[in-house]
């Protein structure tokens, strides 16, 4: 029934497009700079992945069945519309920042300022212990929890937010990882919902439609950041941090790169340039190419993980990856 009623609604935001487009008035407007698309685009893609979801939510509260990713009457109400606001919330602060452009400094104080309201009401949200594969005893991180849950969501979102750069891009990984989540869950039916309504922001993405926009990544990467943690405190179907960390491994490793090499350059680390991964690629490949590189890149330490372990796992995603870097910068150099 639920994948009904969501075919009739992205049908009808199908249809609807431009009127939406029009009233929400939100577009990506090219500088020849940073930002060289050839027309505006609308930055709908959070919003209609806010519409599917909320809708999904709707239904769940009527029908009462699962909540998210566990069951639905393991919270109690104050707890269920903590995590709703909280996903809420990192929605509307992407989309007044597609809208004005705030600070990245405003976006992490907010961002924090959500997150612990979030904890407050719901401390099944904390994550107070983590196990690793290679290390027998698990980590409790006792009175410095909430800072470290704090600290991992807000690099996250922002590790995300760095990474979406080309068509297509983004929504690739979030598939990844809803695909990820949807096997670890013994096939829960809401990631499911997720993968489909991905995949139709990503043709809308591909044809040219529209851009996933910074609402987009606040709120998947929030819905990500709360679900991986459920799935740990709550369900037990993710066990070991390190899985995690090496299926997060490219976009947070790209951060870092970033991160040191504008520092080093005596510029602010929070301002963009075309430095990314995906802007290598770009100028030596065409965009479909650009995609399958960053899919293999991204999935590649995930497989790798199953057959050896994390070091081998790291050390040879890390070496490729700088590689990969390397030939790049290398070649633009060159021209």
Not at 41 to 55: A, D, H, Q
Not at 78 to 86: C, E, G
């Amino acid at each position: 029934m639920i994948f009904v009623l969501l075919l009739v609604l992205n049908f009808i935001l199908l249809r609807n497009f431009n009127y939406i487009s029009n009233n929400i008035n939100i577009y990506d407007t090219p500088d020849n700079k940073l930002k060289l698309h050839k027309k505006k685009m609308p930055l709908l893609g959070g919003v209609i992945f806010f519409f599917n979801l909320f809708t999904v939510l709707f239904y769940q509260f009527l029908s009462k069945g699962n909540f998210l990713a566990f069951q639905f009457n393991f919270f109690n109400l104050t707890q269920k519309i903590a995590i709703i606001l909280l996903i809420l919330f990192f929605f509307l602060l992407g989309l007044i920042d597609d809208k004005l452009n705030l600070s990245p400094y405003k976006k992490i104080f907010y961002s924090i300022f959500f997150l612990s309201i979030g904890i407050f009401f719901n401390n099944n949200l904390i994550i107070d212990k983590i196990s690793l594969s290679f290390y027998q005893n698990k980590i409790f991180f006792d009175n410095l929890s909430i800072f470290f849950t704090i600290f991992c969501v807000v690099i996250l979102i922002n590790a995300l937010n760095f990474y979406d750069g080309i068509n297509g891009q983004s929504c690739f990984f979030f598939l990844i990882i809803f695909i990820y989540l949807f096997l670890k869950s013994n096939f829960n039916q809401f990631y499911l919902i997720c993968i489909f309504v991905l995949v139709f922001i990503l043709y809308l993405n591909l044809s040219e439609h529209l851009f996933i926009g910074d609402s987009g990544i606040f709120i998947l990467g929030s819905l990500t950041s709360v679900s991986f943690i459920l799935e740990h405190n709550i369900n037990n179907n993710i066990y070991y941090a390190d899985e995690i960390f090496l299926l997060l491994i490219l976009p947070g490793i790209d951060l870092l790169r970033l991160f040191i090499t504008r520092l080093l350059k005596g510029n602010n680390p929070f301002y963009g340039d075309r430095s990314h991964i995906h802007h290598l690629l770009i100028k030596k490949f065409k965009l479909i190419t650009s995609n399958v590189i960053l899919l293999c890149l991204a999935v590649f330490p995930v497989i790798l993980y199953f057959f050896l372990n994390f070091y081998f796992s790291f050390f040879i995603f890390i070496t490729f990856y700088f590689s990969l870097v390397l030939f790049l910068s290398l070649n633009i150099l060159k021209r």
